[in-house]
């Protein structure tokens, strides 16, 4: 974007005008998503991707305490389906995947500031400590020194020449892991880490059950994230509904208390969920289920697919997104 839209855009949103339109705007809250907080993005590049700096999130969080009101998801959930009245520019926290620099570096900076947050966890990771799938993918082809790569399901070669050529590769390899479940899923990114001549990510990136309770306990609602993180709407109903069911089953018997909200994975392919698994979802007892769709959160949408938004790096871009959100806008 230019530098005379960032200034227009910087203007508009310290003078307030944004808020005072939002104030006249439907009543609606913004659920922000984040995956990881880390000390340095730099270094966790090349294996998570969407990691924010820890002095990035703390800006965030300072910022949503003075100018907006910080709400649990629960009551977003509670507002949507035609219950409690929400407080004027209700903004709720949540965080997929279950990473553990979520106990290290956000949860400090979330009780610091009393901000209440939802982690949706993904079960087979925190359950064996394997760094997901996605994330090991996206190591091996920017990591790889090969040249070229075949896809193991059906022979085509792609060149690694360029970021260009491995970003189009990784697409597909990505296609094809969001396709599949559990041993399946696992053997072929042995195979993709295999053909690259890449070794699995060494450290430990994931939470522990003991972790994911010490979250719980610090007041904040953890949620689930299927067991092994597809695509919903690209795998069988049998194996949606093993991914569903299975990820709450195992949340409640390791917290020992009811888990009630859910978050579809979204690693590629779309859409990321259909009236099939929303069905499953809803058969499972989950009482909502977020999606990576932009949009604000109003009363009576419906309790399954409830939009959030990304959270920009960038402080300015990222209060212009969450202004532009309650006033119903795309960002």
């Known amino acids: 974007m230019s530098k005379p839209k960032n200034w227009i855009k910087k203007t508009l949103v310290q003078s307030g005008s944004l808020r005072l339109a939002a104030h006249l705007a439907k009543p609606s809250a913004v659920m922000l998503m984040y995956h990881s907080v880390v000390e340095n993005p730099q270094l ?13 999130f703390e800006a965030h969080i300072r910022m949503l305490v003075q100018r ?31 990473f553990l620099d979520n106990l290290e570096f956000a949860l400090p900076i979330l009780n610091r500031y009393s901000v209440p947050a939802t982690f949706y966890i993904m079960v087979d990771a ?34 690694l020449e360029n970021p260009q050529d491995r970003k189009s ?19 072929l990114v042995r195979q993709i880490e295999e053909s690259l001549e890449v070794e699995p990510i060494p450290n430990r990136l994931m939470l522990s059950w003991d972790q994911v309770r010490a979250l719980k306990k610090a007041g904040h609602i953890i949620g689930g994230h299927t067991l092994s993180h597809p695509n919903l ?7 949606a509904r093993a991914e569903i069911v299975g990820c709450k089953q195992r949340l409640e018997q390791e917290l020992g208390a009811p888990v009630e909200h859910f978050s579809y994975p ?22 909502s289920a977020v999606l990576t769709t ?33 006033l119903g806008r795309s960002i």
Do not use: M
């Not at 966790?44 to 990035?56: D, L, Y």
């Not at 709407?233 to 194996?239: D, R, S």
């Open 233 to 239: 709407a690209h795998v069988t109903e049998q194996e």
């Open 294 to 326: 932009c949009g604000p959160v109003r009363r009576g949408d419906e309790p399954f697919r409830l939009k959030r938004i990304y959270a920009a790096n960038d402080l300015d871009q990222w209060l212009w997104n969450l202004n532009l959100t309650f």
């Open 68 to 98: 907006f009101t910080p709400v649990s998801l629960d009551q977003v959930v509670e507002f949507a389906g035609g219950g409690k009245e929400l407080p004027p520019r209700s903004v709720a926290v949540t965080f997929d995947d279950g």
């Open 126 to 159: 925190v359950e064996t400590g394997t760094t997901p799938w996605y994330c090991r993918i996206n190591f091996a082809f920017r990591t790889t020194r090969k040249r070229t790569w075949t896809d193991p399901e059906d022979s085509h070669v792609y060149k």
């Open 169 to 187: 590769a990784l697409t597909v390899a990505w296609g094809a892991g969001a396709r599949k479940t559990g041993a399946v899923q696992a053997e």
């Open 44 to 56: 966790t590049e090349n294996s998570i991707g969407t990691s924010k700096s820890s002095a990035v």
């Open 266 to 287: 979204h690693p590629a392919l779309n859409p990321q969920c259909t009236e099939q698994t929303v069905e499953i979802t809803r058969q499972a007892g989950f009482k």
